[in-house]
């Protein structure tokens, strides 16, 4: 993403997804998680017990990033979505994606997973 490696953990069931990254106090550099869903749509994501400020970029099957959202840490009235479908989401660090150069509109390119 944006030229740089990243190490995303793969949550693509129920339990890791309704999980994703609480509880924890921080996360390594240049990595985060992969939300992987079975079909597209518009699936809310919030803070609920998550201690990290995290960034949140959504994607639909051809790998088009659909938007991209800050979340702040314990926010458990905010859902987070854009207002497009969306088969993938990836969480990292608050200002990763805007670090990166990761907008809006990109393309991403996931070997493990099926886009065209």
Not at 2 to 9: D, H, I
Not at 79 to 90: G, K, N, S
Request: aromatic share 12%; glycine share 8%; net charge neutral.
């Amino acid at each position: 993403m944006g030229g740089t490696k990243v190490t995303l953990e793969v949550a693509d069931d129920e339990d890791t997804r309704r999980r994703g990254l609480m509880f924890r106090d921080s996360l390594l550099p240049n990595s985060g998680m992969l939300f992987v869903f079975s079909q597209e749509a518009i699936y809310p994501f919030w803070m609920k017990n998550t201690k990290i400020p995290l960034c949140i970029a959504f994607i639909n099957s051809a790998g088009e990033i659909v938007g991209i959202r800050q979340m702040q840490p314990f926010d458990t009235t905010t859902m987070h979505m854009p207002f497009r479908p969306f088969r993938y989401a990836i969480e990292m660090e608050e200002g990763w994606f805007g670090a990166h150069g990761v907008k809006k509109g990109d393309t991403l390119r996931i070997p493990e997973l099926p886009f065209p």
